[in-house]
């Protein structure tokens, strides 16, 4: 159980594009979701929290216009990378909290998805 | 002083080896240690949680030190499979994320 799907795995688009990459949760509603970005040889950074039916909360340095966060139901998030430049390249992994463990103060493990490659040319 | 602080490798050992990975992180307030796998191109995965009285999972152990602000992670007995970076990681704010380090490639040789 506590399966997360990203799709796609792999996106190729040109500069100006607009790219959506979808979080899912298959086998449990998970009411936050986390969206990471890790550059080549770098750590994971946490770029937004999402939460169920209401904003998104922004790292600071990470555009909201630029990247929107949507998460309309309790098992999907949506990350779209709005006229993505060559700098967007990099992969997209999200994470989600299984909402059945202990409350919001607490550790909850998070399951992480397969990741989205963005390539944009 | 960066939050989650690891040593920068890369670490190339030969099979059974016994490797050490050290970690520091920055805000004392944090409660929850971990120590993660991550496979070339692929997610992360989680490799055992870390406690105050430390931990082990068969050739794995985790120790942290809240005094120092430190955790480490040792595998004893190294296996080609072990091959990986592992990641330290903190976890962050009220909402349960997850601060990693940078993170330390091994390299187990036949």
């Known amino acids: 159980g506590a399966v997360v799907s990203q799709h796609p795995s792999r996106v190729i688009c040109k500069s100006g594009t607009s790219v959506k990459i979808e979080c899912r949760s298959l086998d449990f509603q998970a009411t936050t979701m986390f969206w990471y970005r890790q550059f080549p040889k770098q750590s994971l950074m946490l770029m937004a929290t999402?939460?169920?039916?209401?904003?998104?909360?922004?790292e600071q340095g990470v555009e909201k216009d630029k990247f929107l966060i949507n998460h309309a139901s309790l098992t999907l998030s949506t990350l779209t990378v709005t006229s993505a430049h060559p700098e967007d390249s990099s992969f997209y992994i999200c994470?989600?909290?299984?909402?059945?463990?202990?409350?919001?103060?607490?550790?909850?493990?998070?399951?992480f998805g397969p990741g989205t490659r963005l390539t944009v040319l | 002083r960066k939050e989650v602080e690891q040593d920068p490798g890369p670490f190339n050992v030969p099979e059974g080896a016994t490797v050490a990975f050290n970690c520091t992180y920055s805000?004392?307030?944090?409660?929850?240690f971990f120590w993660y796998r991550q496979d070339c191109r692929k997610e992360p995965k989680l490799l055992m949680s870390v406690y105050s009285s430390g931990n082990e999972d068969g050739r794995f152990t985790a120790q942290l030190n809240r005094a120092s602000q430190y955790i480490s992670l040792l595998i004893r007995d190294s296996k080609l499979s072990d091959s990986a970076t592992y990641l330290c990681v903190v976890n962050g704010g009220s909402q349960g994320n997850l601060i990693f380090g940078k993170g330390t490639k091994l390299s187990v040789k036949p």
């Open positions: 805000n004392s307030a944090s409660q929850s």
């Open positions: 999402s939460n169920e039916g209401s904003k998104a909360t922004y």
């Open positions: 994470s989600a909290i299984y909402d059945g463990l202990a409350g919001p103060t607490s550790y909850n493990e998070q399951f």
